[in-house]
């Protein structure tokens, strides 16, 4: 996990704030992913990056934006926060030379009230 | 649509007992099936993975049992121990998709002395 850092750990907002929540890895890694996790639902990809060049929606990129700003930094943005987007979210990395593993970071626990 | 299904939510095994997490997958085009262990206030590891080409797949007390006719795919852990307490997700993903992975929704495990 330390390769892979979120900030912050933990987050409470309200609703309306635009709010930034930021991945950064020692890695090496090309490719970036933000994933959200809620009980019950598993994990579910927002939004991905192949490289700094390519941003892709995932299943569920509404109400989020992202920036890749460099190899080994991916932001996750949540332009006006609601309270459904209360969730822990996940940034993960993975490259060709990983296989498909994929190496998530500690993630962040936000609450938008 | 749930393209994986995972059961169930929910696990307690006895220590030194057998613990088993089922997932189903829809996408025949899968060809990576990993499953992810986390640990309360950590993120997602990979645990074991298995491509479709064999139909079991064993690493020390953790076996992945796959059946490609029945789009289904099992983790066994043998020898239960309490430190395998944690949340299991099962995933799939297409290979040259950039490990693109879709995740069932989760199954905790507790294991009790």
């Known amino acids: 996990d330390a390769d892979v850092t979120q900030t912050p750990r933990n987050r409470i907002t309200k609703t309306g704030k635009r709010i930034m929540l930021e991945c950064s890895q020692t890695?090496?890694?090309?490719?970036m992913y933000w994933y959200r996790q809620d009980p019950g639902l598993g994990l579910r990809l927002i939004y991905y990056?192949?490289?700094?060049?390519?941003?892709n929606k995932g299943e569920i990129s509404d109400g989020y934006s992202v920036s890749r700003q460099a190899q080994a930094k991916f932001s996750l943005s949540l332009e006006s926060a609601i309270p459904n987007q209360t969730a822990l979210y996940f940034c993960?990395?993975?490259?060709?030379?990983?296989?498909?593993?994929?190496?998530f970071g500690p993630g962040t626990r936000l609450l938008v009230l | 649509q749930q393209q994986v299904k995972q059961s169930p939510q929910s696990l307690i095994v006895q220590k030194g007992g057998i613990s088993i997490i089922n997932c189903a997958y829809e996408?025949?085009?899968?060809?990576?099936f990993p499953w992810y262990q986390q640990f309360p206030g950590k993120g997602p590891a990979l645990l074991i993975a298995?491509?479709?080409?064999?139909s079991e797949k064993k690493e020390g007390r953790f076996t992945i049992s796959f059946n490609k006719s029945a789009k289904q795919f099992s983790l066994h852990i043998m020898d239960s121990q309490p430190g395998d307490s944690a949340t299991y997700f099962c995933?799939?993903?297409?290979?040259?998709?950039?490990?693109?992975?879709?995740f069932g929704t989760g199954t905790r495990l507790q294991v009790t002395l």
């Open positions: 993960a990395t993975s490259d060709q030379g990983s296989g498909e593993t994929q190496y």
């Open positions: 890695k090496g890694h090309d490719r």
């Open positions: 990056s192949f490289d700094v060049k390519d941003i």
């Open positions: 996408n025949t085009a899968f060809d990576y």
């Open positions: 298995i491509r479709p080409d064999v």
């Open positions: 995933a799939a993903s297409l290979t040259g998709t950039a490990s693109k992975l879709t």
